[in-house]
């Protein structure tokens, strides 16, 4: 079951804490900020996240890949507190307007990365159909190999790249992008 959009204007873009437009910032709080979203996405916040397959291999062709990430989006917004407001599969990636009621988003982004990578995985390996299985296996190993953050084998590029959402337009215009 897909998650409901919601209004952009059900949002409350008074809670962001980036600096207003306009404002005159110098080199080193354009890094401390560039950095902080990187690493960081806080509970208060909307973000604008992407998770991308390694070498952007098309996974999410298969039915089967997107319909076991739609149902681990729905888990995560039942058990995990997060607050998808929109969001799109592509072939190799998922683009997604959410944030956390409790906690951090990139911990809930982090362990649902962690569950699927594995699971996926398991799912290519098993999938006897699945005609592209041994190249795309290799893939992944060949991404985790060269990973010292693997134990085995990498299915999610690191990070979520989040962008904070701090101003009404940019909200209507990041959901009108992942529709």
Not at 24 to 40: A, G, H, K, P
Not at 116 to 129: H, P, V
Request: with cysteine.
């Amino acid at each position: 079951m897909r998650p409901s959009p919601v209004q952009a204007s059900c949002l409350n873009p008074n809670k962001c804490k980036r600096p207003a437009y306009g404002t005159v910032l110098y080199y080193q709080e354009i890094s401390r900020i560039f950095i902080t979203m990187q690493r960081n996405a806080s509970t208060d916040e909307l973000y604008f996240v992407t998770l991308t397959v390694v070498d952007w291999i098309d996974v999410f062709t298969r039915s089967c890949y997107s319909d076991f990430i739609i149902e681990n989006l729905a888990w995560c917004q039942q058990n995990a507190n997060l607050n998808i407001y929109a969001y799109v599969i592509m072939t190799n990636h998922i683009h997604m307007v959410a944030n956390v009621t409790d906690g951090s988003l990139g911990d809930v982004l982090g362990r649902f990365k962690s569950f699927t990578s594995k699971e996926l995985y398991k799912m290519i390996a098993n999938n006897m159909q699945e005609s592209r299985r041994d190249w795309i296996l290799k893939a992944f190993d060949r991404a985790g190999k060269y990973n010292p953050l693997n134990e085995k084998h990498q299915f999610w590029q690191n990070g979520n790249y989040p962008i904070v959402l701090f101003t009404p337009s940019v909200i209507e215009q990041k959901i009108d992008y992942t529709h």
